[in-house]
């Protein structure tokens, strides 16, 4: 086995069984890649493959090299509310599986995997190419809305970081599922997280981020997808599930497509202020009742989309509203599809209405110059502004 | 290596070798599974990599435990229909490769792989997160349209399942490449499906499965797709070819966006009854003629999509009709681009159609409310309802 | 280790080191492939497995056989382009990393991968699903706009070619990231493609390319894809850059959809004649000044979308166009979104302009019979052609 291939199983060089503490093993691992690689040009990073087997994680792990994959040969979610939920007394399994990590941290932190290293500019810190790859990060325990749950997070990038994959991974029962805070081109796919408080945050600014493919299923006090001063995000592709949310501040030319969306809570996609020129086409949006016992704190009038920003564009998508009369916030309530809640020139076109009772679209006083083509009726439209263009749908 | 780490030509606990019969020695490698993972919380599953290889499959290989990943290195796809209908006597090599298992039971069974596990109530059998990777499963022989064909079946998961994976698989010269019944969020992605009678096929009833990025080959008897009573299915992004056809029974919320079909045959989107509230955006159709010389019972008024059902969205799709006269049936008739065939408030916007002749959308006589906006111009509808809103395109 | 799995570290039989020479070890590698599969049934190929680390290449790789993967464990990305514009003197790495190929050729060969079988007919030679996975191809120096650059070619595929798998690779620094002649149905996905002249280039004619889930990063001589005499390419869901530049020439039934496109110059999509019957959809298209002191010959007259062609369809698109004043040319120019060059019957809906100057979309005086719904308010267009039709915006 070449060098820069390390077993978390066989390696010798490790003071304690990976069962037992992987994240200790693995910062071991990642020591003796320091150790090895020790020039500017003799960095070529490591693999660390984890078999699968359960596998505790007592010590976080800190990864401040490039190029570093870890990869596994399992996703291996396992529905753990279903378990809570049902008699598992019968059950052949109890836990997820596959490579399969217990967030069990003893050291103080919460984080199963935190990624930094400082610099000064920034640009001496950046780290380039980390790989998470098709295993599973499990919060062990939690119970819903999972925020503020056991307040783990599987993986937490803190300082800037570029073309990093995370790909293939089961993620559950964390309270984050990913933070990354300044990343430039990363790719987010192929992943099945959930039971998640939130299943992936990009704080401070972002660029050209990759979203795609992914199953993205949180509760009613996350998002599916946040993100912060975010540059060209592109969510594309994905089954966003449960309280499929995608809430995106001050973001701008961003891309929300061919997404199948459904949810038991408004708010599906949300636009907050400074979100601009962004763009949601070919979405299927489901708001259900499953679980619309709970409130959230977000009633019928806040819309299915929520656009609080200029120059938006929401094109060719179908909206479904199903929710049984008792479930409608305030009761009696029109529920509201697209709000328009701030903003000028957001244009919506070629969108279809379908909902169990009278549904509208809506246009707060503020708003100007909205745009309303053949994605509406005239009696399912509800405007505060006069300053507005309709094609009523006939 | 570790103990959940097999390789099927190096394990030593086989009785045959995999050459000969690779599902005896998978098999075998599952009871040693079983044998070593013996409590609730002590199955993490396993791995079972076949390298590249010709292998032969003999015995049906049972998968009754969770989080089992079979992997190979190489999807091995070639064209078996080319090698029939060419002189493939100075071909450097005749048949698949890869990791390439050939399906030729002799034990009275059909399937190469048979997913099942039974359980009071059913969440006690079901299953999560098997994994098929990379590899090959080639039906050695057949002839078109493979139905009935050899009846053979690649994968047939026949109990409930959650969370599986296919990914990145190689399918060939079989009946069924891949059935799936009670499915809940699968993967079914980046996989080469080609040559078949049905590519995908969801029975039962399914959630939110993954169909997203592959190439979907089938001739003209069977589906590319096949869901019944499925939820919130989401078909995007894939390459849908030849027979390009995605039939859709009694499902709902499902999505068809941003795939590319090429179809001989009449029926690339069929909506039968109880199909609702789906979405069809984005979506490139080509009917051609290359192999219309063959009637598969659907002609030309069928419709190149097909809506027999309610509140269906079909967005900003570009037709091409481009079928010499003589393969038009019957001879004469206007080709039907989009057949609305019942169901009410169907609703179709910015769709483009190009046609080498004629052609139309047709509403049957049962329709009612269908709005047709900018999506043909006004001598390209035949309405036999006069229930319905047009806005022709200039 | 089973016979058909080679690690360039480990294999006894070559005659360099993999460090010193990796495409001389391949070759070598090859040769015993070849040496061993010796008849039409009995070629299922190999795996080679490069694992981390910093790899020469001085003899350029020859592949002719099918089946080969070759396969890394890092895509290793790093910018080159921000090393060189940058102080490196305190980075930790200064190379890209993970499988890591540098190319160095001292053969006379400019290419890295050379991909190719002759054969009487054609199909005689026709290569099968070779893949490349997850490794790291370096150029180690260039310049924008890497074209002429050094010249040098990551892959080049040089016969036709059937269900070829490039997935998950970096690319860094070539002129030519990826060439395939003669391609039909190959999955391009998932790839890191940046700092190259071109990333991808469909010469000869092909059929039903998969250009998914990408990141293609060009600078302004070449493209992130070019196609001539493509039918049924899919570009869908990529994040296209700098020169987001997607070039068909006599290409017909393609698909551009849900793609976040950046670029500094005119000339986001280009149609050139001959490409009909294709569908531009759902795609976010920002055309921003970054780069824009640079002059790449294409005006603001040369469109953002530029159409040659007939029946395309642009349709659900969101178009934001922002560039500073001193950055337009010709000075004073308004700047053209849409340019329809030329052609009949090409269809634009519920496209959505954004500009932080007055733009516009313009038809040339041969064009005929174009429609432009909801996609621009009167205002908005420049017809020097009367043969069209409008529905403004309101």
């Known amino acids: 086995m070449a060098q820069t291939v390390y077993d978390v199983t066989t390696w010798t060089g490790a003071s304690v069984s990976p069962y037992a503490d992987i994240g200790k093993v693995m910062n071991e691992i990642i020591a003796d890649i320091k150790a090895t690689q020790t020039s500017q040009t003799t960095r070529p990073g490591a693999v660390i493959y984890i078999p699968p087997g359960h596998f505790d994680l007592k010590t976080r792990v800190v990864i401040d090299i490039s190029y570093l994959q870890i990869k596994g040969s399992g996703?291996?979610?396992?529905?753990?509310?279903?378990?809570?939920?049902?008699?598992?007394?019968?059950?052949?399994?109890?836990?997820?599986?596959?490579?399969?990590?217990?967030?069990?941290?003893t050291d103080g932190h919460s984080e199963a995997f935190l990624i930094a290293r400082s610099g000064s500019p920034a640009s001496v810190g950046r780290l380039n190419s980390v790989e998470f790859r098709d295993f599973c990060i499990d919060g062990v325990e939690s119970s819903k809305p999972y925020i503020p749950g056991n307040g783990k997070t599987g993986i937490l990038a803190q300082t800037d970081n570029d073309a990093f994959r995370i790909e293939g991974m089961g993620f559950v029962y964390l309270t984050h599922a990913i933070i990354?805070?300044?990343?430039?081109?990363?790719?987010?796919?192929?992943?099945?997280i959930a039971e998640c408080g939130s299943c992936i945050e990009l704080l401070g600014a972002s660029q050209v981020v990759r979203v795609t493919n992914n199953f993205l299923i949180s509760a009613w006090a996350g998002s599916a997808v946040f993100a912060e001063n975010a540059e060209g995000l592109l969510i594309s592709g994905n089954s966003i599930l449960w309280y499929g949310s995608v809430r995106l501040v001050n973001s701008k030319r961003c891309s929300v497509t061919a997404n199948k969306f459904v949810s038991s809570w408004q708010?599906?996609?949300?636009?907050?202020?400074?979100?601009?020129?962004?763009?949601?086409s070919g979405n299927?949006?489901?708001?259900?009742?499953?679980?619309?016992?709970?409130d959230n704190g977000k009633d019928d009038y806040f819309g299915m989309v929520h656009l609080n920003g200029s120059n938006n564009t929401v094109?060719?998508?179908?909206?479904?509203?199903r929710v049984a009369t008792q479930f409608i916030r305030p009761a009696g309530a029109v529920p509201t599809i697209v709000l328009v809640k701030g903003g000028t020139r957001n244009y919506l076109a070629s969108n279809?209405?379908?909902?169990?009772?009278?549904a509208r679209i809506v246009l707060d006083a503020s708003t100007t110059e909205t745009k309303i083509i053949y994605s509406a009726e005239s009696s399912q439209l509800q405007a505060f502004s006069s300053n507005y263009s309709m094609v009523a749908t006939p």
Do not use: C, K
């Open 180 to 192: 990354l805070r300044g990343a430039d081109a990363p790719y987010i796919t192929n992943n099945f």
């Open 284 to 294: 299927q949006f489901l708001r259900t009742d499953t679980e619309s016992s709970i």
């Open 352 to 358: 279809n209405i379908v909902s169990n009772i009278p």
């Open 315 to 321: 094109s060719a998508n179908h909206f479904s509203y």
């Open 75 to 105: 996703h291996g979610f396992l529905s753990e509310a279903i378990r809570d939920e049902s008699d598992s007394s019968q059950w052949v399994e109890t836990l997820p599986g596959g490579s399969h990590i217990r967030v069990m941290n």
């Open 267 to 280: 708010g599906l996609v949300i636009l907050e202020p400074g979100s601009e020129e962004n763009l949601i």
